[in-house]
Every structure is written in C-alpha cells, then in structure tokens.
C-alpha cells in the first residue's frame, strides 16, 4: 500500500516517537508534524546538492 | 565609565547603585532580568573602590556593571536557560568563563536576563518568565534569544552584557533593539559555564552601545590587547551579499544595508549561491542537536516546557539520522564558498534581520505578498552564516521616528578586529549608531 507523504510522516513520528518513549500525546501533534515536515523538504532540498565525496561529516 | 572610576572621578559603588536604581525604574515595563545580584554586586565594587584607593589598577572595566544572559553560570545560582527543566539543577559552583574574564577586568555583574526558552527561539517571548519588551516600543519583542541582554543595553540600564549566538541570538536582538554585538568566530571564546544548546553551533559573545565599547569587551573575553582601528580601512574590499540576502525583507531592513553600503561606497555584491542550503543545515542541525540534548527530560517532563519549544525538539529528536548527517556535510560545500568569497572580499555586508521588531504576540507577516512565520523568519539572514562559523559585527541603523534596523559585518575567520574597526568608522561617519537612549520608565 502506498502513501502519500503526509502518512509517511506521521507514520514515522508515531513510530519512532513509541521507539524513543518520547510522549507525543503530550506534544501538539500538529506543530511537531509541522516541523518534521519542513526538516524533511529542507533534507530533500540539502541532498538534490553535490556534495564532494571527501565531505567531512 | 571605568576611566572615570580609575582616575577616581566617581566609584564603582556609585556606578552600581545607579544601575540598580535604573533597574528598578525601568526593568517593571521592560522585564530583561530574570534575577539581579545586588549583595554581590556591591561586595564587587567596594573591592575595586579599595583596589583603586590602595594604588592599584583593577583593570579596564573598572566599575563597570553589565548583565548576563541567563543560561551563564552564576556561582551559588541555578542556571536556568530560561527553562523549569532546569529549577532543581544544583547551584553553580563557580562563574562561567566570560563572566570571571569580565570581573577579573574589573566589571561588575548586577544580574541575569531573559532569553527563549534553552536558548531555542528569536523574539524573547518565554513562557515562564514573560515577554522582554523592546525599550524603544514596549508593544514589541526585542528579539532572541538574548533579548534581554539587549535590552539591558539598549535601555541603558547597564553599558554591558553578554549572549549567546547559536542561529542568531545575539545579531537578532542587536539589530531590533538598536545596539552593537558580536558572534566571533566559532570556538574563539570559552563556552565554559555557558549551558549548552546546539554545540556544533554555538558562541557566546558581548552586547554594547558604542562600537568602542564592544571592542573593549570583546578584547577582555578574547584575552587579546585591544586594538586600534587597522590602519588602512579604506583600501578593505567590501561586497554587499545580494541573491538570497536581498529578497524576502521589507524596506525599512533593505534601507538599514542602503545606509551602511552608502556610507561605505560600496558598489561591488557578491552572491552565496548556497545561502538558502546553509540555512537549511543549520536549522537541521540545531533540531537534531537540540533535540537530542533534551530528549530525556523530554520523555518525562513534556509538560514542563515551553509549548513554543517542546514540539520543535520533539521533531528534531525524530529525525533520521541521514538528514542530520547530510546537514553537516554540507558544511564543506557552504565552507567553500566563504573561502572564495573572501578570498575576493574581506567584509561582506548583509541585513541582519528582514523586518524590524514585531509585536509581541505576533505570528505571521506579509513579504512580498507571502504570509511568514515571524518567529522562525526574523533569523532568515543570520542562520545561514551561523553554517561558516565566522565572525559577525552586528552594526545598528537608528532613526529618531524608527525602529531600529540592523545589518551585519562578515569577515573570514578571525577577523574580529577589522570588523570592529571598520564598525568604528561606520559610526564614526554617523551611518550606525544606538542613537539617543529610549525614554523607558
């Protein structure tokens, strides 16, 4: 089943939120997904640049 | 101020009991303190008033009283961040590095100030200890996170103060409250004592009214001599940044870089084609830093943030490790284009912020026809050159009928001194400057 970007996220936080026990009924879910989902254009954005293959991270 | 106390013109006692009393007059309408110290700070200058009686010299911040951000450690205080996380932390057990270098010159702390919340925010607005209002509109914020250490200084209640600049947190507040600071190069100054936010990023530096002023503190914390004006500021290569620096601010931001470009002769602009990349890295990185830091207080005391900052690091704590890792290697390509930038330029010129204050409370603002988050967008043009790492003069533009708008010096790694010289001379042809002190009280 596939889903659109969204769902993805979400999916995601709720996921990953249970793995850490970090308490996402006591967060504004809206705001998080929110934030999540700019971090992820920003990552898309960041990795569409060439970055040198000796690139220190 | 301190020549008058070392040539015995006045005391470091009198310079401190009038701080106090400007505190008190002020301070109700402007909340910039969170705490202030006046035992210790009285026990501080009666000990420089006897050095300077017994002959001595106490250094070249003789008397002066200045204020600390609130997340630097006070001997016997709790180190606060702006937070409650923090309230049952144990007592500090000695001063944070810059504050032992400022009194060990001879200056004199007189309290803590306001910021946001662990240092994760641009206007000031803190849950738990209210709003610092900006003392040249009290309807509006004097920016972030060190707003209250710039509107310390910027009210006059004291001459000096310290910050912290992560994203932006001390070229934001300079620039809405009307005053100078700077973020040195990362890794010039101690971050011993400071309480932590994003450690990749992070620098602590001075506010101060006068560009002089600036310049002597930032010699004290460097722990270097204080230096003249280079001398050949004339024959420096300066560029205005164009391309993602001038697009998305209002005028009145745009007049400020006007001012200092004319100022300057500037003719020659210089593009960052990565500019908006590195302000993406540096926002993924300062989240996942961030949330990271906070993760375990986060598990169990959700409730006890700030709602502004909760959810923000709960995202950042989720992210893929990929995304922060990618952030960071993009450090090399941004690096690279500093590197030639200054290889042409020795300053480059941007504004500091897109607008000038907003209203506390305010959530959005219309740029060029787009409604934007005002909070996250007021650090638009100072993030990306967090990402480099170099030095930043934050130099301000006042008016008497406007608000204050601000621009910043970027030079190449360890620069400080010909960007503060060249601050100097700007405000020496009258282009920048605080301007007369607002009527507060």
Same mark, same amino acid.
């Given at each position: 089943?596939e889903h659109?970007?969204?769902?993805?996220?979400?999916?995601a936080?709720?996921?990953?939120?249970?793995?850490?026990a970090?308490?996402?009924?006591?967060?504004d879910?809206?705001?998080?997904?929110a934030?999540?989902e700019?971090l992820a254009?920003?990552a898309?954005d960041i990795a569409?640049?060439?970055?040198?293959r000796?690139?220190?991270a | 101020?301190?020549a008058?106390?070392?040539a015995?013109?006045?005391?470091?006692a009198?310079?401190v009991?009038?701080?106090? !009393?400007? &505190?008190a007059?002020?301070?109700p309408?402007?909340?910039a303190?969170t705490a202030i110290?006046p035992?210790?700070a009285?026990?501080?200058?009666a000990?420089?008033?006897a050095?300077?009686?017994a002959?001595?010299d106490?250094?070249?911040?003789?008397?002066?009283?200045?204020?600390?951000?609130?997340l630097?450690d006070?001997?016997g205080?709790?180190t606060?961040?702006g937070?409650?996380?923090?309230?049952d932390d144990?007592p500090?057990?000695?001063?944070a590095?810059l504050i032992r270098r400022f009194e060990?010159?001879?200056?004199v702390l007189?309290g803590v100030?306001?910021m946001?919340?662990l !240092?994760? *925010? %641009?206007?000031?607005?803190?849950?738990?200890d *209210?709003?610092?209002?900006?003392p040249?509109d009290?309807?509006r914020s004097?920016?972030?996170?060190?707003?209250?250490?710039a509107?310390?200084?910027a009210?006059?209640?004291?001459p000096l103060?310290?910050?912290s600049?992560?994203n932006g947190? &001390?070229?934001?507040?300079s620039a809405l409250?009307g005053?100078? *600071? &700077?973020?040195?190069t %990362?890794g010039t100054?101690?971050l011993?004592?400071?309480?932590?936010?994003?450690?990749s990023?992070?620098t602590?530096?001075?506010?101060?009214?006068?560009?002089?002023d600036?310049?002597?503190a930032?010699a004290v #914390? !460097?722990?270097?001599p204080?230096?003249?004006?280079?001398a050949?500021?004339g024959?420096?290569?300066?560029a205005r940044?164009?391309? %993602?620096f001038s697009? *998305?601010?209002l005028p009145?931001?745009r007049?400020a870089?006007?001012r200092v470009?004319?100022?300057?002769?500037?003719?020659?602009?210089?593009?960052l084609?990565s500019?908006?990349?590195?302000?993406?890295a540096a926002?993924?990185?300062t989240?996942?830093?961030?949330g990271e830091r906070?993760?375990?207080a986060?598990?169990?005391r959700a409730?006890d943030?700030d709602?502004a900052?909760?959810d923000?690091l709960?995202?950042g704590a989720?992210?893929?490790a990929?995304?922060?890792?990618?952030?960071?290697?993009?450090?090399?390509?941004f690096d690279a284009e500093?590197?030639?930038?200054f290889?042409t330029?020795?300053?480059l010129?941007?504004?500091a912020?897109p607008?000038?204050a907003p209203? #506390?409370?305010?959530?959005?603002?219309?740029?060029d026809g787009?409604e934007?988050? $005002?909070?996250?967008?007021?650090?638009? %043009?100072?993030?990306? &050159?967090?990402?480099?790492?170099v030095?930043?003069v934050?130099?301000? $533009?006042?008016a008497?009928?406007?608000l204050?708008?601000g621009?910043q010096l970027i030079?190449?790694?360890?620069?400080?001194a010909?960007? #503060?010289?060249?601050?100097?001379e700007?405000?020496?042809?009258?282009?920048v400057?605080?301007?007369a002190?607002p009527v507060?009280?």
């Amino acid at each position: 089943m596939e889903h659109d970007d969204r769902t993805v996220a979400r999916l995601a936080i709720e996921a990953v939120a249970a793995q850490l026990a970090l308490p996402l009924e006591r967060a504004d879910r809206a705001v998080v997904l929110a934030v999540y989902e700019r971090l992820a254009a920003y990552a898309a954005d960041i990795a569409s640049a060439d970055l040198p293959r000796d690139a220190d991270a | 101020m301190a020549a008058a106390v070392r040539a015995k013109r006045t005391t470091a006692a009198a310079l401190v009991s009038d701080a106090f !009393a400007r &505190i008190a007059a002020d301070d109700p309408a402007l909340r910039a303190f969170t705490a202030i110290f006046p035992e210790r700070a009285h026990e501080t200058a009666a000990r420089i008033d006897a050095t300077i009686a017994a002959g001595g010299d106490p250094g070249p911040l003789a008397g002066v009283p200045f204020a600390a951000k609130n997340l630097f450690d006070v001997r016997g205080v709790i180190t606060r961040a702006g937070a409650t996380i923090t309230a049952d932390d144990p007592p500090a057990a000695r001063d944070a590095e810059l504050i032992r270098r400022f009194e060990a010159a001879g200056a004199v702390l007189v309290g803590v100030t306001n910021m946001d919340e662990l !240092a994760f *925010g %641009f206007t000031t607005e803190n849950a738990h200890d *209210g709003a610092t209002a900006n003392p040249h509109d009290h309807a509006r914020s004097a920016g972030g996170s060190s707003g209250g250490s710039a509107a310390a200084v910027a009210s006059g209640m004291v001459p000096l103060s310290l910050g912290s600049d992560t994203n932006g947190s &001390i070229r934001v507040p300079s620039a809405l409250c009307g005053i100078f *600071g &700077i973020r040195p190069t %990362f890794g010039t100054l101690s971050l011993a004592g400071a309480y932590p936010f994003v450690t990749s990023l992070d620098t602590v530096g001075p506010f101060a009214r006068t560009a002089a002023d600036l310049a002597r503190a930032y010699a004290v #914390l !460097a722990g270097t001599p204080e230096t003249a004006a280079e001398a050949n500021l004339g024959s420096l290569r300066i560029a205005r940044l164009d391309g %993602f620096f001038s697009e *998305g601010l209002l005028p009145e931001a745009r007049d400020a870089v006007d001012r200092v470009c004319a100022a300057l002769t500037i003719s020659a602009r210089h593009t960052l084609p990565s500019a908006r990349r590195a302000r993406e890295a540096a926002f993924t990185i300062t989240a996942a830093e961030g949330g990271e830091r906070h993760l375990a207080a986060l598990r169990v005391r959700a409730q006890d943030f700030d709602f502004a900052v909760r959810d923000r690091l709960i995202a950042g704590a989720l992210m893929p490790a990929n995304w922060y890792i990618r952030a960071r290697r993009f450090r090399t390509v941004f690096d690279a284009e500093l590197r030639e930038a200054f290889a042409t330029y020795d300053v480059l010129v941007a504004p500091a912020t897109p607008y000038v204050a907003p209203l #506390l409370g305010q959530r959005t603002i219309v740029i060029d026809g787009v409604e934007t988050d $005002v909070r996250s967008n007021v650090g638009v %043009f100072t993030q990306p &050159i967090t990402l480099g790492g170099v030095p930043v003069v934050a130099v301000p $533009v006042t008016a008497p009928d406007r608000l204050p708008a601000g621009v910043q010096l970027i030079g190449p790694a360890g620069s400080e001194a010909r960007l #503060l010289a060249l601050a100097a001379e700007l405000e020496r042809l009258g282009a920048v400057g605080a301007g007369a002190l607002p009527v507060v009280a």
